[in-house]
């Protein structure tokens, strides 16, 4: 499976932004796809997923401000970045996994500024 994120960039602090990863290959039809993001020097953070029966997680620092969706018929993941806080500058990353395959995609860089 390939992934190809896209649309980050700078925003101001209260901004949004919205990013998308294209999938393409064998894509399983019961998977689960989401995004992470990191900051140099530190782990990679996984801040939100959505199985591809809709069901979706998110981590607490971004919860009520992100949302994340999927359209399966495009194979196409997005996450709706909104209120953006300097904090949440980082490069985001798409992932895919299923039952036995997990992969990462190349990063975008959002940068937040205050």
């Known amino acids: 499976v390939q992934l190809q994120a896209s649309g980050g960039g700078l925003v101001q602090a209260g901004g949004s932004l919205k990013l998308a990863c294209a999938a393409s290959?064998?894509?399983?039809?019961?998977?689960?796809m989401g995004w992470g993001r990191q900051i140099p020097g530190k782990q990679r953070e996984s801040v939100a997923a959505?199985?591809?029966?809709?069901?979706?997680n998110f981590s607490d620092s971004v919860k009520g401000r992100f949302s994340i969706s999927r359209d399966n018929a495009k194979s196409t993941l997005y996450l709706q970045m909104n209120s953006l806080k300097p904090e949440d500058t980082a490069t985001y990353f798409c992932?895919?996994?299923?039952?036995?395959?997990?992969?990462w995609g190349q990063g975008t860089q959002v940068t937040v500024s205050s």
């Open positions: 959505i199985t591809s029966g809709g069901i979706t």
């Open positions: 290959g064998n894509i399983a039809s019961i998977n689960v």
């Open positions: 992932h895919y996994y299923d039952t036995e395959r997990h992969y």
